[in-house]
Structure formats: structure tokens, C-alpha cells
């Protein structure tokens, strides 16, 4: 069995395998080992050498941009590592094109050997004509140096598949190459997130703020006010509603490819915990946001509720769009985005009614212009979602990078901050007013309506589970969609 360690070192730079002989010290030692971590992730996004163009001299090339000559390893360590990330960062997005390029063209290439044999070809790859074997997916006989952690875990890196080489349920619109293998196991989808996949980015756009939002959270909790402050009760049920969601979506993009039935339920608790951010939203709106003349009214009595409502059907009809889409994809995409518009129109009523008051009079609230901010990133994001640009206009070329679901993210995590940032101006504002405690949401009210939702949100995911035998096989579907 070759020794997968020894494939990663013999692609670094004699210098790292041998340290020059003026460092010494255990400390200098630490630093090349730091540095060499620090390359493999972004080698290990490459994937595996034998995935990649021949042209392999940029492996060794990126290694060695992490100590540029010219800095002297043992004295400036930091500043060494400073100048090699960005160059790093560079050369591996035009490492990954190159890459991609000749992916494709050694796909072209195999296809028009093989046309004779009953292969046929497209734009995205090749596709065993009915009643041949496919091709099957080669063992990878080869790591490379990208590989040094899968080795040190003595784990492989799964092969990518193009978009006729995945059932049509995994299919995205515009997005032909880079698929993760549709059974994978979950150590192989936990180890995807460290392999530049088409799911790659969408993995991390979202995990790395969930912990942004965790950080506020237990800022909140720790400071002055916390949790005994019946004021702070509703920022606290919003935020954390802020960091189950990224969490929930980046864990729905990482085990998404274990199985069709998998895939399916993954997606079910990301639209769960989607529309209990929506939810979160109405408690903080509710609590702060609500403008003076409709506090204490009617319809301020009446907001939670309703929005405890949507938040069930919110739910029910993205889980319910799931089954929809083999038969009707263009009707289930509509069911899905009208599920999630449609609470957030419904609970920034307030809000719209705050920014015609501004409109109509002058005012002077610094809240309403991070207000606006969100507003236009909530809109966005919608657009995003619904449009699929840019991958739409330029099929393939948004294959890892670019595409409109890593957009979707960062702009409803954008949209998501500034949101949150005039929530709290609002928040702050309010309290010096020292509204009285009795137009704020209770604790009970809070507590009840998140208990509510979760327990009715996940009555339907255990019922939509249990259903999915009943949905249709999507083998035989023609056109590709998104989830
Ligand atoms: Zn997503």
C-alpha cells in the first residue's frame, strides 16, 4: 500500500521536508509546520493531483509563496505568512480555474475517443447511452501534497462529477461540474469541506457567520442585562434563531449527498429553521422596532400570533415544495420562495409603515438608514434566489466559485447583520425611553411562541419524513433545478 504521507511531502519544497540548517531551535521548527498547514487546506481545495492539469509546478509554486525567499524564516514568521496568504489566495482562485479549464477539456477530450462506443456527449460531459455500464469512478491511486490531512486521517478524497454523472434531484441549474458523488458517506461529506466542490462555499459562507451570530449571542447573555433583563428577551430569542439557521443550512450543504432521503430531510430542517428566523424577526420587531402610534394596538396584539402562524405555514409549504418538484419544478421554486417572502413582508409591516413615515416627514433616527441596508440586502437575496444568475447566463463558469446560491448566503447573512444592528440601535433607543415592560413581548410569550413553532415545525419535518416514500422518482426528470 503506497504511503499516503509520502505522496503529500514529495510534492513540498526540499526546504520544508529538511529545514536550512541556520534554523535550529524547536521554535523555528514550529514555524515551518505552521506554515505547511497552512497550505494544505488551500491545496487540498485543489483536489487531488491526479484530478489536476499536468501543469502540477503550481503546487510547488504555492507552497513556497508562503516563505518568500527574500524573508528570512527564523526572524520575521509573521510577517512571512502575511505576504504568502494573499498570494496564496490569488494563485489558488487561478489554480482552480486553470484546473476546471482542463477538466473539461480532457472530458471533451475522452469523450470523442469513446463517441464510438455508445458514449454520448454534451456540453457538461459524457452519459452512458441506455443499456451500457457507466463509467465507473476510479480508486485514486495518488493524493498529492493537497492531501496531507486526508492522509494524516488516512482518508481519500471523494471524485467530482459532472452534471450527468448525479441523478436529477442533485442536479443545480447552470452548475456542471464539481458534484460530490450522490452516496456518499458522512466522513467523506465531512471531509468535502475541506475539497473545493460546487457545495464547498456554500458550506462555509454559512457556517463561519453562524459563529459570528454565537459570539453575539453569548456576549448578550454574559453582559449587563442578560438574560434577567425581561427587555432583552426578545433580542435574545432573535439572535439565537440568527445562529440556528446558518448552522442548520451549512449541516443541510454538507451531508446533503448521503441519499436522496437524506438530501430531502436535510432541507427540511434548513426551511424549518429559516422560517423560525422569520419568527425571531416578529419577536424583535414586536419588542422594539414597532412604531410609537401602533404600539399597544390590535394589530400590535395580534402580530405574534400571526407570526407564529406564518411560521407553520412557512414551513409546511418549503417541506411540501419538496415533493413538487419532480412534476411541477417551476411551481415548487415559486411555493418555496413564496414561503419564505411572505413572512418577512408580513413582519416588516412595521417597518415599511416606519420608512413612509420617514418619507412622508423628515426624521432623524439613525436606526432606519441600517434599517434600509437590510432592507435592500433582504431584497437582494430574494432576487438571488429566484433569478439563479450569474450561473444562468454563463452555464459552467460558476461551477465553484460565484454561483448564485454562495451570493443567496452572503447577502441574507449581510442582509441578516445589518438587521441585526438596527435591531439593537432601535433596542438601545427605546430602553432610554424605558418603554414599560407590559408592551414588551413576556418572557412566556417568547418562550411559547418558539416552543410553539419548533414543536409544530418539527411534527411536520417527522410527517414530510415519513412521506418522502410516497414522492416520485426523480430519475426521469429532464430539466435540472435548485434546492
Ligand atoms: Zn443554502
Same mark, same amino acid.
Given at each position: 500500500m503506497r504511503m499516503l504521507g509520502a505522496a503529500c511531502t514529495s510534492q513540498i519544497p526540499s526546504r520544508y521536508q529538511q529545514p536550512p540548517a $541556520?534554523? +535550529? +531551535?524547536? @521554535? *523555528?521548527?514550529?514555524?515551518?509546520?505552521?506554515? *505547511?498547514?497552512?497550505?494544505?487546506?488551500? !491545496? #487540498?481545495? !485543489? /483536489?487531488?493531483?491526479t484530478q489536476r492539469s499536468p501543469d502540477a509546478s503550481f503546487t510547488v509554486q504555492l507552497v513556497s509563496l508562503l516563505a518568500p525567499p527574500h524573508l528570512p524564516l527564523s526572524r520575521h514568521s509573521l510577517h512571512t505568512v502575511a505576504h504568502g496568504i494573499l498570494p496564496v489566495l490569488y494563485q489558488s482562485f487561478l489554480a482552480v480555474r486553470r484546473d476546471r479549464r482542463w477538466r473539461r477539456r480532457a472530458e471533451r477530450q475522452r469523450c470523442q475517443s469513446h463517441q464510438q462506443q455508445g458514449v454520448k456527449c454534451s456540453q457538461a460531459g459524457c452519459e452512458a447511452l441506455p443499456g451500457l455500464v457507466p463509467r465507473e469512478a476510479k480508486p485514486q491511486t495518488s493524493l498529492g501534497a493537497g492531501a496531507l490531512i486526508c492522509a494524516m486521517l488516512s482518508l481519500k478524497l471523494p471524485r467530482l462529477l459532472s452534471i450527468n454523472q448525479v441523478p436529477k434531484g442533485y442536479q443545480e441549474q447552470g452548475i456542471l461540474f464539481g458534484y460530490r458523488p450522490p452516496r456518499s458517506s458522512a466522513a467523506d461529506c465531512l471531509l468535502s469541506v475541506f475539497q473545493m466542490t460546487n457545495e464547498t462555499l456554500n458550506i462555509w459562507t454559512h457556517f463561519v457567520p453562524a459563529w459570528y451570530f454565537v459570539w453575539t449571542l453569548v456576549?448578550? &447573555?454574559? /453582559?449587563?442585562?442578560?438574560?434577567?433583563?425581561?427587555?432583552?428577551?426578545?433580542?435574545?430569542?432573535? !439572535? #439565537? +434563531?440568527?445562529?440556528? @439557521?446558518?448552522?442548520?443550512?451549512?449541516? $443541510?450543504? +454538507?451531508f446533503s449527498t448521503m441519499s436522496t432521503r437524506t438530501r430531502h430531510i436535510c432541507y427540511f430542517f434548513d426551511y424549518a429553521a429559516l422560517s423560525?428566523?422569520?419568527? /425571531?424577526? $416578529? &419577536?424583535?420587531?414586536?419588542? @422594539?422596532i414597532f412604531p410609537a402610534e401602533w404600539v399597544n394596538s390590535t394589530f400590535h396584539h395580534c402580530y405574534i400570533p400571526i407570526a407564529v402562524f406564518n411560521t407553520v405555514v412557512s414551513t409546511s409549504l418549503s417541506c411540501y415544495s419538496r415533493f413538487l418538484e419532480v412534476e411541477w419544478p417551476r411551481f415548487s421554486k415559486a411555493s418555496r420562495t413564496l414561503a419564505f417572502v411572505y413572512p418577512y413582508l408580513f413582519d416588516s409591516i412595521p417597518l415599511f409603515y416606519r420608512f413612509y413615515l420617514c418619507a412622508a416627514e423628515s426624521c432623524t433616527e439613525a436606526a432606519i438608514l441600517v434599517h434600509y441596508k437590510h432592507t435592500i440586502f433582504a431584497f437582494l437575496t430574494c432576487f438571488i434566489f429566484a433569478s439563479h444568475l450569474p450561473e444562468r447566463l454563463a452555464p459552467g463558469h460558476f461551477d465553484y466559485i460565484g454561483h448564485s446560491h454562495q451570493v443567496f448566503h452572503v447577502c441574507g447573512i449581510i442582509g441578516t447583520h445589518f438587521q441585526m444592528e438596527a435591531i439593537m440601535m432601535d433596542m438601545a433607543e427605546r430602553h432610554n425611553r424605558l418603554l414599560p415592560t407590559s408592551l414588551l413581548p413576556s418572557s412566556l410569550q417568547t418562550l411559547g411562541s418558539m416552543g410553539i413553532c419548533m414543536a409544530v415545525s418539527l411534527a411536520v419535518i417527522g410527517l414530510c419524513s415519513m412521506s418522502l416514500s410516497f414522492m416520485p422518482e426523480p430519475l426521469h426528470r429532464e430539466k435540472p433545478h435548485g434546492h
Open positions: $541556520a534554523i +535550529t +531551535t524547536s @521554535y *523555528k521548527a514550529s514555524v515551518v509546520l505552521l506554515e *505547511k498547514v497552512l497550505a494544505c487546506p488551500v !491545496l #487540498l481545495m !485543489l /483536489g487531488p493531483s456576549g448578550r &447573555l454574559r /453582559g449587563p442585562g442578560g438574560r434577567e433583563d425581561p427587555h432583552s428577551w426578545p433580542l435574545l430569542a432573535y !439572535l #439565537l +434563531t440568527c445562529c440556528i @439557521y446558518p448552522l442548520a443550512s451549512s449541516c $443541510a450543504h +454538507t423560525m428566523y422569520s419568527l /425571531g424577526s $416578529a &419577536l424583535a420587531y414586536s419588542a @422594539y
